[in-house]
């Protein structure tokens, strides 16, 4: 369970990024974080695996109290939460496996991280996570020669390797054309329901977040202005959420 009270984000500048936020996620819910450009939505979720150090108030995450963790057990807590970013972060130039056996190296001896060498358990991990997001087939293919939708499943393959308990994603379809975006969310929502992973999306893409998500957090300036079942969005919640302002989808 992932729990904010009462906390505030104020970045070093001095601006206020978040405000007042109170929010408590179950795991395996599915939530989507919505609101305009600024809003506040990456520095959410960024506080969650502590990219982002809050600045009042207190976050937890199955009892843990995030700001307390530092060194190693910060590094053990953050293997619970997998990342992904709408550039899906790869390492281009080499192969598919081997970006997703990256996923090991936090918990490998230095040595063994230096030579890339990794266990024949290590590599089955690697191999079943690519299974189960349907690209096996590409194990052995460089990262750079694959499709934006192809990519985003092995960051995804990647994520699922360290066994999550949480994935967090920031805008994970922004750069993918409609059709792929939707399969990429498929992919989202198979794995929040098969493996009860909790999923929290931050998109721009108002349509999709009703689709796929169960829950929907609506943030206006620092301040969640909605949090309520997805099929409760209406046309005021989202006037209220975008301000009148609502965005054109990515
Ligand atoms: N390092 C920083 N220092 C100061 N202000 C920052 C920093 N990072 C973000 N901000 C500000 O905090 C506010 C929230 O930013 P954030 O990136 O969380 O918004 P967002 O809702 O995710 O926006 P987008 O949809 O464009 O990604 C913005 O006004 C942004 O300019």
Partial sequence: MIEFREVEKRYPNGYEALRHINLTIDQGEFVAI??????????????INRMHDITQGELTVDGTDVMSLHG????????????????????????VIKNVLTAFVPDLPWWRATLGFFTKDEKMKALEALDQMGILDKAFVRADQLSGGQQQRVALARTLAQDPQIILADEPVASLDPVTAKQVMDDFQRINREMHITVLINIHHVELALQYATRVVGIRAGEIVYDGPADQVDQAVLDAIYQGKQEEPA
Wanted: net charge positive; aromatic share 8%.
């Fill in 34 to 47: 919505i609101g305009l450009s600024g809003a506040g939505k990456s520095t959410l979720i960024r506080t």
């Fill in 72 to 95: 190693k057990s910060l590094r053990k807590f953050r293997r619970k939460i997998g990342m992904i970013f709408q550039s899906f972060n790869l390492i281009t130039r080499t192969t």
